[in-house]
Every structure is written in C-alpha cells, then in structure tokens.
C-alpha cells in the first residue's frame, strides 16, 4: 500500500467515527444540555448548617420546581436548552439565591463566615453528584444529576 492509500484510509476511519460518535451522542453533545422535547429531572436540596430545608415553592418556566426538590427541565423554546438550562436559569424562578458567598432563602441570609449553631464558620458551597462546582451558575444539570446547595462548615 502506499502513503497515499493510507492516508485516504485514515481519512475515511475518522470521518465514519466521527459519523458514528455524532449519531450516539447526538449534534448537541454529551454536555451540550437538553433540546426541545426533553424532560430532564434533577434532584436537589437545601442544607443550612447541616440542617435540610423544606421544599422550595413551585416555581413557573421551562427550567422550574414543583415544589418537590426537583429541577424539571422541558424546554419549550431555545431559550432554555443546550447550554441556556444552567442553574443561574432554574434560580431565576426561585425565592433561592446563591452566590459564591452568600446563600438566601427564607429571608434569611447566610455568609461566609457566618457561624452555625455549633460555633463554627459556614461557608457557601454547591455539589453536584457530590463534586463542589465553582461556576456553578453556568452548571448546565443532567437528567439524574444530584444538585445540593450547602451553606455550613
């Protein structure tokens, strides 16, 4: 065989490999987020010093909570799919907010440093599936994604 041969060979592996990844994954990808008729479910919860909060009020839109600790995630329109369903999306709805160093809910505040009931400092955190995120407002959540909003030592 010559290099010219080879060559095209390489060429025509890669293109059909590149066909086949396309097909199982699909053209929005693996961490592309969710496309229009998807319904996507991811749970979460609220913990304050240890302590889980109740459920968040039902909240509206394509990214919302039925007040049942679950992200539900049906887009509608493009505005709320692939990368769009981030949590900064789902939190829009909420009477939750989070940010790297503050974290309210029920018109409470907590900040880093705060003190829990036990004397120690809190801090703010968000994990997914267990992992602390550090841009988690851009996390877009998985179907079957474990989201937790911590504030505590």
């Known amino acids: ?17 590149g066909l086949v990844y396309r097909a199982v994954v699909g053209t929005t990808g693996a961490s ?10 991811a749970p979460f919860r609220i913990v304050v010093c240890g302590e889980r909060l109740p459920p968040l009020p039902a909240t509206p839109g394509d990214i ?8 539900h995630i049906h887009p509608s329109t493009s505005a709320t799919t692939g990368r769009n369903a981030t949590l900064a999306a789902f939190l829009a709805t909420t009477t939750l907010r989070v940010t790297a160093s503050e974290l309210s809910v ?13 004397g120690r400092p809190g801090r703010v955190s968000v994990l997914v599936n267990g992992r602390a995120q550090d841009d988690f407002l851009a996390y877009v ?6 989201v937790e909003f911590v504030f505590g030592p």
């Open 64 to 71: 919302h909570s039925h007040g049942d600790d679950v992200i």
């Open 1 to 17: 065989m010559g290099l010219v041969t080879l060559l095209i060979a390489g060429a025509a592996v890669l293109l059909v490999g």
């Open 106 to 118: 029920g018109g409470r505040t907590y900040r880093n440093g705060d003190t829990c009931p036990d």
């Open 32 to 41: 592309a987020g969710p496309r229009l008729g998807d319904h996507w479910h």
């Open 141 to 146: 959540p998985r179907d079957g994604d474990r």
